[in-house]
């Protein structure tokens, strides 16, 4: 009996230490994994997000980028990290929605080895054509139906977002183009603008200037509505292109078995530091639509249903990353 009493006293003490922990959590910097290099528009995302986070937490949030893999490399670090909310992940379509159809091998698993916080953002793409191609959805499909294997479309890799972006294009519209990859968007935007590919897939935070200057042409976005970085660009929808919606979002993930407590606290700071007129702002500036009312629960179905939908893209275009 008083053994029992020990054991309950002990444990009730470690209740409360944990608790108390928990209620001071976070005690020191956090810092946030972003597995992509510095400077892209993931980095750029998560530098934004970090300053409004760092005020809701009332500590430093640090950005770490462990590149390498297509984002497996710093996803991977995440996921074998110690449990205590100091180390989270900017996750992407590609960490957690792409890759895991994409490569024969994976060493970890996005819904199993992640508690996931919150989607941070959506960043739809959008069909993007040189001055010389025609400017309306309706016209360009017609042209490429005309022209049956002469066209060709870029992206920034095998695999990536834009790439699969392209072969769910090619699918809904029934139109025959060649991928051409590139080592990222800059060289393929280049090619693009001089005419050498006939249309890309891309987000406005890497191609808004261009567009700006003329150099591009934005035909229409893959989203439910018009994006608040150009409202003049249609919707596919719009354009005459239903159920064709997507492109790139960005989650905050933590290793799997951080305690709930600490989980909750960081998808409110999230939700607070997205929804603050100086980050939104910010954001719209970039093309990214700001999320600010998910939960943990949400995320997960959010994700979980991207998965789905991206396998089935990657199985038809027959796309593999060794």
């Known amino acids: 009996m008083q053994l029992t009493r020990r054991a309950l006293i002990a444990g009730l003490a470690l209740?409360?230490?944990?608790?108390?922990?928990?209620?001071?959590?976070?005690?020191?910097?956090?810092?946030?994994?972003?597995?992509?290099?510095?400077?892209?528009?993931?980095d750029v995302f998560a530098r934004v997000l970090s300053i409004g986070l760092a005020e809701q937490l009332g500590q430093q949030v640090v950005i770490d980028n462990k590149a390498g893999a297509g984002g497996t490399v710093g996803t991977d670090l995440v996921a074998k990290a110690k449990p205590d909310g100091y180390t989270l992940l900017f996750g992407t379509a590609a960490t957690h929605g792409i890759n895991v159809s994409l490569y024969e091998t994976l060493p970890y698993d996005?819904?199993?080895?992640?508690?996931?916080?919150?989607?941070?953002?959506?960043?739809?793409?959008?069909?993007l054509v040189p001055p010389e191609q025609p400017r309306v959805l309706k016209e360009l499909i017609a042209k490429l139906k005309s022209e049956p294997g002469k066209a060709t479309y870029a992206s920034s890799g095998n695999g990536t977002t834009n790439h699969l972006a392209g072969e769910l294009f090619k699918s809904r519209a029934g139109v025959d183009a060649v991928?051409?990859?590139?080592?990222?968007s800059g060289p393929a935007l280049q090619d693009l603008m001089g005419g050498r590919v006939t249309f890309m897939f891309d987000s406005f935070g890497t191609s808004l200037e261009q567009i700006k200057a003329g150099k591009l042409y934005a035909v229409a976005i893959m989203a439910d509505k018009r994006s608040q970085a150009r409202p003049?660009?249609?919707?596919?929808?719009?354009?005459?292109?239903?159920?064709?919606?997507?492109?790139?979002?960005?989650?905050v993930a933590a290793p799997a078995g951080t305690p709930k407590e600490i989980v909750d606290r960081l998808s409110v700071a999230i939700n607070k530091a997205l929804a603050s007129e100086t980050v939104a702002d910010r954001l719209r500036q970039l093309g990214i639509e700001a999320v600010t009312d998910s939960t943990p629960a949400s995320t997960r179905a959010f994700v979980s249903a991207e998965i789905a939908k991206w396998r089935e893209v990657v199985r038809a275009a027959g796309a593999k990353v060794d």
């Not at 928990?22 to 910097?29: G, I, R, T």
């Not at 916080?117 to 959008?126: E, H, Q, R, S």
């Not at 991928?179 to 990222?184: L, M």
Request: aromatic share 8%.
């Open 232 to 251: 003049d660009v249609p919707t596919t929808a719009e354009a005459g292109l239903r159920d064709f919606v997507g492109g790139t979002w960005n989650v």
């Open 15 to 42: 209740l409360l230490s944990c608790g108390s922990a928990m209620a001071q959590y976070p005690e020191k910097p956090v810092r946030l994994v972003v597995p992509f290099p510095p400077g892209g528009p993931t």
């Open 179 to 184: 991928h051409v990859p590139y080592r990222g």
């Open 110 to 127: 996005p819904l199993k080895d992640f508690e996931l916080i919150a989607l941070a953002g959506l960043v739809p793409m959008v069909l």
